[in-house]
């Protein structure tokens, strides 16, 4: 039975038509009415790029349909400054799960000049006033393709009345619209229904979005997930007990950029790391001939042995804090050497890592790049892009090209991974330790209850060579592998640096 409704559910609770716990979707979803506009939908002004110019052209087209007899189009081109947006609007009540799925085409969609990157469908939600409480879209289509089916979700928040549909293009190309799909559940009461469409919901975005199915130790696809927890997601009692089986399934995708927003805070999915540690603070703190700052996470001094010293255990970093780690490396302007210890870091902001790599780039390289799933290419393997990812010198003053030791090791996630990828891309930076552990994801939301998000991943982080970081990592430049028993009294890693910028003045 886990089988059979993992399947078919997702199309059952996101169809057209009304079912028990929800309301019915939109007046003339495909068009077939005829008219302009047509019957049911209302042309507003979705956005201007510009004064004057023209208004892109909005009509009902008959050669291009996925069904029936006609689909929407939307056409613009470089002299448009004017963007129509069709809209509807449909009664919410605050908690309700909102589900819009609509197909749509495309051919040569390009952002030109000023233009806005819009070419999709869209969710406002309206409080009584008309205010925009909160806003999603589909996917948003480019260059030439085929028919796919573009999706969104969300929950409607407190103070929602209305939800307003949209289609809407704002770039040069031709866009095509058909066969809209509108589906609002509630959630309350919690009964079969509300907990299989929020199950449901749950399973589609992550079979539309993660990005590694088929990895070693990731499950091939999406029924591995979720099927076997169907049984149990339907007799969950309560919300909290629901919660409890989606982190269950959630479990299985082996992915620490996958977890649970609940109202007391982050619930993981996959346990704490618990690799030995290859530092010893202790002494790292015994070597210090000075410290010059300091706090819980950060910690910068002068070594006995010569260079400057960094422990950065942390890039979530504010702009004071980060402002304070900096000033005090620029007081290790005298020291012959540097060491930036990030081996206890977890991560945070990736422009932390930046704003204290770029001091040591002469040039811009480039240090990482990465791609998104792209559900409208169909399958589990369909991905955008690869975009690149560069590193540019700090503005202003000249680079610091000191030699300077990354220590590094298997707690190194995240944007640690790329704050070590920067350093393999800077000649004087060298990393020095073990293995980092091979996990960046890029998560974002999914309303799954009021009150409750799942954040999950969307990117694979990739190496300036387009090798997947996912379960590998970032190899040292030098490897320390000594048994985890050496750091009880000592810091092998440190005295590795220590000796290597010996060396290397």
């Known amino acids: 039975m886990g089988k059979r409704l993992s399947l ?117 939600f309206l409080s009584p006033e008309g205010l925009i409480l909160k806003r999603t879209t589909t996917e948003i289509l480019t260059g030439t393709r085929p028919w796919v089916d573009l999706f969104a979700h969300a929950l409607a ?29 509630h959630t309350s009461p919690f009964d079969e229904a509300a907990r299989a469409a929020a199950f449901a919901a749950l399973q589609t ?44 399934a959630l479990a299985r995708l082996h992915d620490l950029h996958t977890w649970i927003m609940t109202p007391r805070g982050p619930m993981g999915t996959v346990p704490m790391a618990t690799f030995p540690r290859n530092w010893n603070l202790q002494a790292i703190r015994s070597s210090l001939e000075k410290v010059i700052y300091g706090d819980r996470q950060l910690l910068v001094g002068r070594m006995k042995a010569g260079p400057g010293y960094a422990l950065i255990a942390t890039f979530r970093l504010k702009s004071e804090r980060l402002d304070k780690l900096l000033a005090a490396l620029d007081r290790l302007a005298g020291a ?68 300077v030791a990354v220590l590094q090791g298997p707690y190194c996630v995240s944007s640690t991974e790329a704050f070590l990828l920067m350093a393999k891309a800077l000649p004087n930076l060298v990393n020095i330790g073990l293995p980092s552990r091979g996990a960046s994801g890029n998560p974002a939301p999914f309303d799954l209850l009021p009150g409750y998000q799942v954040w999950s991943s969307r990117w694979q ?26 750091y009880a009294e000592a810091d092998p890693t440190l005295e590795k640096a220590v000796e290597y910028l010996s060396k290397h003045k």
């Open 8 to 124: 078919f559910l997702p199309f059952l609770f996101l169809g057209t038509g009304p079912a028990h716990g929800q309301v019915p979707g939109l007046v003339n979803p495909s068009f077939e009415k005829g008219g302009f506009p047509p019957a049911g939908w209302k042309e507003i002004t979705g956005a201007r790029s510009g004064k004057g110019g023209k208004t892109a052209s909005v009509t009902l087209d008959s050669s291009r349909v996925r069904s029936g007899k006609y689909a929407l189009r939307f056409q613009g081109d470089a002299s448009t400054a004017a963007w129509p947006a069709l809209v509807q609007e449909v009664p919410v009540k605050p908690g309700d799960r909102v589900i819009l799925r609509v197909a749509a085409a495309s051919r040569n969609i390009r952002r030109e000049g000023k233009q806005f990157a819009n070419a999709d469908a869209f969710l406002f």
């Open 157 to 185: 928040p407190p103070g929602a009345v209305r939800v307003r549909v949209g289609l809407i293009l704002t770039m040069s190309g031709t866009l095509w619209f058909d066969d809209l799909r509108l589906t609002i559940a």
């Open 205 to 248: 975005r992550i079979e539309r979005t993660w990005p590694f199915f088929g990895f070693p130790g990731k499950p091939a696809g999406p029924e591995e997930v979720f099927g076997p927890f169907w049984k149990k997601a339907l007799a969950a009692p309560a919300p909290a007990a629901f919660v409890m089986v989606c982190r269950k």
């Open 336 to 403: 012959p050497s540097l060491i930036l210890d990030v081996r206890a870091n977890g991560g945070g902001n990736e422009g932390a890592a930046m704003a204290i790599a770029r001091r040591f780039a002469a040039k811009r390289v480039l240090y990482a790049m990465h791609r998104f799933r792209d559900p409208t290419l169909g399958g589990l393997e369909g991905f955008g892009p690869v975009r690149k990812r560069y590193l540019e010198p700090a503005p202003g003053g000249k680079p610091d090209l000191r030699p």
């Open 461 to 486: 982080s990739l190496d300036p060579k387009g090798k997947c970081l996912e379960g590998i990592g970032v190899q040292p430049d030098i490897p320390v592998e000594v048994p985890a028993k050496a």
